[in-house]
């Protein structure tokens, strides 16, 4: 079945550096790609949608320059974490759907991020 | 603003029972409506989805229920195992798209 790849799946770094996860969709063409964050005992937020060649539409309250998205190939999107603190850490979630409409949606295992 | 939002933080059940998880849904445009399960240190699983043109959808022992005069949504697991030890979310969506809203999840918890 369809697979959508997150890497790293857990990622330690110090504040005031950026950190880069990697959402992959390794079977399909990916239009779309979701990210979200997760608190523990919380539900996913939804932070920004990424169409592919287009700039990201982020969530009411995401800060784009904080959260910099690229999604420059169908089955590559990237969420770059800048000047990271350690209020940013958190689970970090891709989902991925196809071309056709009604496509299915497809979630990544997640990145655990925590910044010291 | 609109919300999903679930009645129970955490579900206990015996093995062997049926689990019931609800969800109620704030949302009127809504026109589907997703369980996935998510264990801990994963992303969410599909479970089962139903659209709003239906009231009841059945799945490899679970079933959804859709209640749009209420707004309400619910998940049965029959005879529960072990392994369906995780956390439940409905999430919503309209217009076909893939934006989902999902609710705050419920904890269920299996016991031997």
């Known amino acids: 079945g369809a697979v959508v790849s997150q890497h790293p799946s857990w990622v330690i770094c110090k504040s005031g550096t950026s950190v880069k996860i990697e959402c992959r969709s390794l079977d399909f063409q990916a239009t779309t790609m979701f990210w979200y964050r997760q608190f523990p005992k919380q539900s996913l937020m939804l932070m920004a949608t990424s169409n592919e060649g287009s700039k990201a539409t982020y969530e009411q309250g995401v800060e784009k320059d904080k959260f910099l998205i690229n999604h420059a190939s169908l089955t590559l999107s990237t969420l770059t974490v800048t000047s990271a603190h350690p209020e940013d850490s958190s689970f970090y979630i891709c989902s991925a759907t196809g071309t056709s409409y009604n496509s299915p949606l497809h979630f990544g295992n997640g990145t655990r991020l925590t910044v010291t | 603003g609109e919300s999903v939002g679930l009645h129970l933080p955490t579900l206990s059940v015996q093995e062997g029972d049926n689990s019931i998880i609800n969800c109620a849904y704030s949302?009127?445009?809504?026109?589907?409506f997703i369980w996935y399960k998510q264990e801990s240190g994963k992303g969410p699983q599909f479970i089962i989805d139903?659209?709003?043109?239906?009231d009841k959808r059945q799945g490899q022992r679970v079933t959804v229920l859709l209640n749009k005069t209420v707004k309400h949504l619910s998940l049965q697991i029959a005879a529960t195992q072990p392994g369906d030890s995780a956390v439940y979310f409905c999430a919503e969506g309209t217009g076909g798209g893939n934006k989902l809203t999902f609710g705050t999840g419920t904890q269920l918890k299996v016991e031997l």
């Open positions: 139903i659209r709003s043109n239906m």
């Open positions: 949302n009127s445009a809504s026109d589907y």
